[in-house]
């Protein structure tokens, strides 16, 4: 059965750090990402990975937030820093699967983090 297991999230200070991690037992992963949701909002994609090492970052993020994916045990991290209030929300994992020419999208279970003083 595929899974994907999420660790980390919580409670930081504005300006604090926190540090996700998503383990994913499913193979031919060739992107993994982080998304998150905030009350009222639409999911949004945060930052994302390749099998290569190419990464993405949306604006909000860039130079705040890093990703980093060990291949070999697929697992994916986001480390958070200079965190703000604006950060809050459901945060989510999800692995891209490539099977020949079709692609299938696997998500975690969503983990909370809050930022506030």
């Known amino acids: 059965q595929v899974q994907l297991v999420e660790s980390g999230g919580g409670l930081a200070q504005p300006g604090g750090s926190l540090r996700l991690s998503c383990a994913a037992s499913?193979?031919?992963?060739?992107?993994m990402a982080w998304y998150r949701q905030a009350p009222g909002k639409q999911r949004e994609l945060v930052a994302s990975?390749?099998?290569?090492?190419?990464?993405y970052y949306d604006d909000s993020v860039k130079g705040r937030f890093t990703t980093s994916r060990d291949s070999l045990s697929n697992t994916v991290v986001l480390q958070m820093d200079s965190l703000k209030p604006e950060d809050t929300a459901v945060y989510y994992c999800?692995?891209?699967?490539?099977?020949?020419?079709?692609?299938?999208?696997?998500w975690g279970q969503g983990t909370q983090v809050t930022v506030s003083s």
């Open positions: 990975i390749t099998t290569a090492g190419r990464t």
């Open positions: 999800k692995a891209v699967q490539a099977m020949g020419q079709y692609e299938y999208d696997y």
């Open positions: 499913i193979k031919s992963v060739y992107v």
